[in-house]
């Protein structure tokens, strides 16, 4: 059974950069097409795609967040990391990791077609 587990600070402030987690139980991250992605979902509004890191440990980003966004992850844990940088309000949401099977590269995969959510994080930007 695939499990996923976002952590991180619920509070960031404003200009800060900020720090997620997510831990993938029963399937390592490095498994040949899977790719590990950060949602995020702003309230009142829908799931928005951040980025990925692929199983090569290749990653991707959305054009509107490339400049600010980074990922990475930690084999030896099993864990993909998401920073933020210089954040504002508008960054306050719910924060997901998601992955997918893919034999082409994720972007654009549609969010209905992947295999395996977290719970969620909520991160709220506020002085």
């Known amino acids: 059974q695939v499990q996923l587990q976002e952590s991180g600070p619920g509070l960031v402030k404003p200009s800060h950069t900020l720090s997620l987690t997510c831990t993938v139980s029963?399937?390592?991250?490095?498994?040949?097409?899977?790719?590990w992605s950060w949602i995020r979902q702003p309230p009142g509004k829908g799931l928005e795609w951040m980025g990925a890191i692929a199983f090569s440990g290749s990653t991707y980003y959305s054009p509107s967040l490339k400049s600010r966004a980074s990922i990475s992850r930690d084999i030896t844990k099993n864990q993909i990391t998401l920073q933020l940088n210089s954040v504002t309000p508008e960054d306050t949401a719910v924060y997901f990791c998601a992955g997918v099977y893919s034999i082409v590269p994720v972007p654009g995969t549609p969010l209905t077609e992947y295999d395996f959510w977290g719970q969620g994080t909520q991160v709220t930007v506020s002085s």
């Open positions: 029963g399937r390592s991250i490095t498994t040949n097409y899977y790719y």
